[in-house]
């Protein structure tokens, strides 16, 4: 239920305060994202230059970096995903608490990079996790993660907390526990999650 | 520091029957090596490491090689006894006769040693051992008992060659994980198929990624017939 922008401007002109419950809990959700301090390589050298004085990710309410996934909100996948090392991020990604968010940030987070065709490397995470931000760059800027968070926030005050587009967490059937891939004779099985990432077509 | 060949004298005065090979190394580094035999091989470190003069006390990298079967094409000259008729006379006559052979030459596995010395300020010295095969046969000595550095190189050509360290203290994998059974840096090594998704295929990947596309659509007609 929208209030609409202009009623909303005139009224505030006359000294009313209109909301909805959903902005209020939108504005509180995005102002106090709380990313994972969890690093996976080059890219995660970027990711604390982001939190430093510099470029400041406190400015958006982000600037508490939990060592936690029981009290993080945000996953930034920093870095390449080997196969020895997915599925202890896709158990820390079950770990965290709804409502939660996955940055993949780099190259190697989303497509496996310049590594792709490695034996060890994960053709990117989105494989087996929902990921609600690609960020292309090798390593990206800070300026560029800054942007993806932005655009996360963007993201988070944009949902609705009823209807059919509701976040997972409020959709009593949202399925939140994503299976974790076991380490086989000769590569992960399975190779992807399916439900999560239907391989997409590619046109020729 | 000593010549290859006043390396390769001395150890063979110190270590009866060595058996060193020199193998030259014909580009412009001139970086000879020392191929050991595998069951002096660590008498022959050993030497190296204590003797005052070459004191080899640092080992600074070990690496694997994967050497495949090759085949070696020669011509041979074979004399041969062949009936003719010479002016209407049936007779045996002596030929010689250009002939083609093919020989398989065995593969195997290597490790590469480079050592130095902190102490004389000299090296590299290279040292190399073979395996007797790249199937069944794949023991060699482990260095890590006189050299520790030699620990996780020699940890790592086992995960990514299957070389077996016999004498080794702790032989596991160390890169790939538990119960992967592939030894990803052989030559003869095949990843998984996991090309469903190629936006950007170039060469090999792209031939990889239309034999995956082929297989898919050969699976799908299948389950629909």
């Not at chain 1, 655009?151 to 609705?160: E, V």
Request: aromatic share 8%.
């Amino acid at each position: 239920m929208a209030v609409d922008e202009n009623l909303k401007i005139e009224m505030g002109k006359q000294g009313v305060f209109v909301t909805t419950l959903q902005e209020l809990y939108n504005w509180g959700r995005r102002s106090s994202v709380w990313p994972m301090n969890f690093g996976l390589a080059c890219c995660a050298i970027e990711m604390i230059a982001t939190t430093m004085a510099r470029y400041d990710l406190a400015r958006f309410g982000a600037e508490v970096f939990r060592p936690s996934p029981r009290q993080a909100d945000l996953m930034i996948i920093s870095g390449t995903v080997t196969k020895k090392m997915a599925p202890q991020v896709v158990r820390l990604y079950n770990q965290m608490g709804e409502p939660r968010y996955v940055i993949a940030m780099g190259a190697c987070a989303i497509s496996g990079g310049p590594f792709k065709q490695g034996y060890n490397v994960l053709k990117g995470i989105d494989r087996y996790i929902p990921v609600d931000v690609h960020i292309p760059g090798c390593p990206p800027r800070p300026e560029a993660l800054l942007d993806a968070f932005i655009t996360l926030q963007k993201k988070i005050d944009a949902q609705s907390l009823t209807g059919e587009n509701r976040p997972r967490h409020l959709n009593p059937e949202g399925q939140g526990e994503f299976p974790v891939p076991e380490q086989g004779e000769h590569d992960l099985e399975p190779p992807s999650n399916t439900l999560v990432w239907p391989a997409p077509m590619v046109i020729r | 520091m000593k010549t290859i060949e006043e390396i390769k004298a001395a150890i063979e005065a110190a270590v009866p029957g060595a058996g060193v090979e020199i193998i030259n190394n014909p580009s412009p580094s001139a970086q000879h090596s020392l191929l050991l035999q595998r069951e002096t091989a660590l008498a022959v470190a050993q030497f190296l490491r204590d003797d005052a003069e070459l004191a080899f006390d640092y080992l600074s990298n070990v690496t694997g090689v994967d050497w495949l079967d090759k085949e070696i094409v020669e011509k041979v000259k074979v004399k041969k006894t062949v009936t003719k008729t010479v002016d209407g006379v049936e007779q045996q006559v002596e030929e010689t006769v250009d002939e083609t052979r093919k020989r398989v030459e065995p593969g195997y596995l290597e490790t590469v040693y480079h050592l130095y010395s902190m102490a004389k300020k000299h090296g590299p010295l290279i040292l190399r051992l073979r395996t007797a095969n790249r199937t069944d046969q794949v023991e060699l000595p482990s260095f890590t008992p006189i050299w520790r550095s030699a620990e996780f190189q020699e940890r790592e050509i086992f995960d990514l060659y299957g070389i077996v360290y016999t004498g080794h203290p702790d032989l596991r994998r160390i890169l790939m994980w538990e119960g992967f059974k592939d030894h990803p840096m052989r030559k003869d090594y095949v990843e998984p198929d996991d090309f469903e998704y190629e936006p950007t295929a170039h060469d090999a990947v792209a031939k990889r990624a239309q034999e995956h596309q082929a297989k898919v659509a050969a699976a799908q007609n299948g389950g629909a017939a």
